[in-house]
């Protein structure tokens, strides 16, 4: 019995139901009713191919892997227990840049292991290197910049594409010559290329995502996503493995499906967000004259504004987590329910630091998710909202993307709010270097600016409606 | 070319296909579920990383392994738990 199951065929078929369930489990992560359920099924497949992995006859000895799995799990674990929904996008980008690391080391072990290497074996040794090593420095970066330990805004120096071409050519290079190990210099070792590419691969990986600013993070989020896929699917030809090959295929295309639906959302071409100079969120187009008179309103008089409204929708933004206010924002919109007023969520796909931001953040505070609404279905019928409060969204509302062919965002598909009755604006101040005033619906007729801290001007409102 | 890289190639690009399929008519409600999931599934280096932890290769395979396996460990079990977590909290009322 104990020969059955160690066998090779055993494992492989093993390692197809794996990859079955990881289908299935995708398939239902797409619905929010069978979400969960396909999560489970997507663990069990893995569980399923750990098990088969570890009792196969490959594996002689347990210590060192005992170690690993322990130590993973403890460490796993806890960051999954206590993570706050509002640091959900560095948790990603930083298991993210995990599953690179892993991948990359995965290549190393095979490499610098005792079997010979055919040429197959060298070339996905060196994709595992390559994109290995960018998904774990990239994700890194991620990480510093969300969890601001890095500046958030873009870091650029001069020649910083050349420098990245001039690298990638040395990386490719380098790999051609571990794999094909022909003379570079007298007394070359293959070591050496193998040492250089997987420090050229970090280096690509830092430089790609050091230029992307807070407002591209969700692309870059996605990519970094996709590639930890590829990564593990480079791996699977390294070791001849049909579960890493599937599993990392399907990682890596849903991966980069997310980062055109981003790229899509912002009207910007990946190359452009990559490789784009637009400073981030800055759209110096317009100057301030143009923009009409802003009119701040306190919060009693936006209480009687929505006291009297009949239809209500939400625009969070960015801001929302930051004042982390999505608890109190529906609060207010249970209340503005209760005296009879529809309340609807719009959510732009790249409002935020990462795809879906906004829904895990009002999710967390109980929103119904049949509330959170996409531009597509909010914009037609804005005409028929009463308020529309933005909350620390700015791009995302600004009407120079409809209006202003010279706006750096023309062409972007927003949220049309400024369609609506009224508008409201929950911002910080104007003042901040006038860093806002570039968005020409803080001056519109209909537009409100209510000012200050949007938890405390939302909680202003709540206990307006209570008393 | 041997066979059985030419299949492999066969699978990757269906398993490519597949994921396109599978993937396209997400709501952008669930992104971030999607992407932490997609992330842990990602993690199934793991299998290679047990491999290379356990096996006799010599002792850089080994230690190279087990730290693959720490990480791969870590991207799988906080992966999907931090996915159900915020399944979870996922309703409707």
């Known amino acids: 019995m104990m020969d059955l199951l160690q066998s090779e065929i055993f494992a492989n078929l093993a390692y197809i139901i794996a990859s079955m369930l990881f289908i299935f489990g995708l398939k239902q992560l797409g619905s929010p009713e069978t979400a969960q359920r396909g999560n489970l099924i997507s ?93 774990f420095s990239g994700s890194l970066v991620a990480y510093g910049k969300l969890s601001e330990i890095l500046p958030g805004r873009q870091i650029i120096f001069k020649g910083q594409r050349i420098v990245l071409v001039a690298i990638f050519i040395a990386a490719l290079l380098f790999g051609a010559q571990l794999i094909f190990n022909f003379q570079m210099v007298e007394g070359w070792n293959p070591l050496f290329s193998f040492l250089l590419l997987i420090s050229f691969a970090l280096v690509i990986g830092l430089l790609i995502t050091l230029p992307i600013g807070g407002a591209d993070m969700p692309v870059i989020i996605a990519l970094l996503n996709s590639y930890s896929g590829l990564a593990a699917s480079a791996a699977g030809f390294v070791i001849n493995n049909n579960v890493l090959i599937v599993a990392g295929a399907l990682v890596g295309a849903s991966g980069l499906i997310l980062t055109n639906i981003m790229c899509k959302a912002m009207n910007r071409s990946l190359a452009n967000v990559v490789f784009g100079s637009i400073a981030s969120s800055s759209s110096g187009a317009v100057n301030p004259e143009e923009v009409g008179e802003i009119k701040p309103i306190n919060v009693s008089d936006a209480y009687l504004i929505l006291e009297a409204a009949n239809s209500v929708l939400v625009v969070p933004g960015y801001g929302m987590a930051v004042s982390q206010a999505q608890h109190a924002v529906r609060e ?89 009755k009224t508008v409201f604006i929950l911002k910080r101040s104007m003042a901040s270097g006038f860093a806002g005033i570039d968005n020409p619906l803080f001056g519109k007729e209909n537009s409100r600016m209510l000012f200050g801290d949007a938890k405390e001007s939302i909680s202003g409102l709540v206990a307006e409606f209570k008393s | 070319m041997d066979n059985l890289f030419v299949l492999l190639i066969f699978v990757l690009v269906l398993a490519i296909f597949l994921g396109f399929e599978l993937i396209n008519k997400v709501p952008s409600t669930l992104h971030t579920p999607l992407m932490s999931g997609a992330n842990a599934i990602s993690g199934i280096t793991i299998v290679g990383a047990l491999i290379s932890s356990g096996s006799d290769g010599g002792l850089w395979t080994t230690v190279l392994g087990t730290a693959a396996v720490f990480f791969a460990t870590i991207n799988v079990v906080g992966g999907y738990l931090v996915t159900n977590r915020m399944l979870g909290m996922f309703k409707k009322k």
């Open chain 1, 43 to 135: 663990s069990s497949g893995m569980l399923l191919a750990v098990l088969v992995t570890l009792i196969s006859n490959q594996i002689i000895s347990y210590e060192w892997l005992a170690i690993g799995l322990v130590l993973g799990t403890l460490v796993g674990a806890s960051a999954a227990s206590f993570v706050k929904m509002t640091s959900m996008p560095e948790l990603v980008a930083l298991f993210n840049g995990f599953g690179g690391i892993a991948s990359l080391l995965v290549g190393s072990a095979e490499y610098l292991g005792t079997g010979s290497l055919g040429l197959i074996s060298l070339t996905a040794i060196f994709l595992t290197l390559i994109i290995g090593g960018i998904t």
């Open chain 1, 332 to 420: 207010l919109g249970e209340l503005l329910e209760e005296n009879g007023c529809e309340v609807n969520y719009a959510i732009h796909p790249v409002a935020g630091r990462m795809p879906g931001h906004m829904n895990v953040l009002l999710a967390e505070a109980n929103v119904s998710y049949d509330q959170l609404q996409e531009p597509e279905d909010v914009n037609p019928v804005m005409d028929t909202v009463d308020v529309c409060i933005v909350i620390g969204a700015n791009d995302v509302v600004n009407p120079d993307a409809k209006e202003n062919e010279g706006s750096p965002i023309y062409g972007m598909p927003i949220i049309e709010a400024d369609r609506s």
